[in-house]
């Protein structure tokens, strides 16, 4: 009667696990590399989707709000706008000038007035952003 394995069988054991976790694992890394640029992706979406709601409230004029905060989205859509990465608290500022540099930290708010109201607006965001992002999500930033 044997009892147990022998080394041989343990070693056969373990080269094949070996093969599979090397044919598994990376189709699964691709997902964490793809979690940045979807979070800011949906960050932009949500602060479109803010204004959106806001325009439609203004029944009169049907414009975009002069200034927005994080505060309000936040609130608005019940999200929180933190980096998953480096857990930062992403702010948004509004501001009439959307060039120069912006920090990885802050989205821009910049509104175009005509005649006194807000119809369209741009979204400035960190270069760092704009590299990491997909292409697709950047598109639509600026309603014109």
Sequence with gaps: MQQGYTLIELLVVL???GVLLLAIVPRFTPIFHESKPSTYCGFLRAIRTYLEIEKEKDIVSRAY?????????ETLLDIHLTDP?????????????????VSTDIIRYCPIRTNGKVFSYKLGVSQTVKNEVYPGCLIGVDRQ
């Design 85 to 101: 990465y480096t857990s930062h608290e992403i702010y948004i500022e509004t501001t009439s000038n959307c060039s120069g540099n």
């Design 15 to 17: 080269v094949i696990l």
């Design 65 to 73: 709000p002069d200034n927005i905060s994080t505060a309000s989205i």
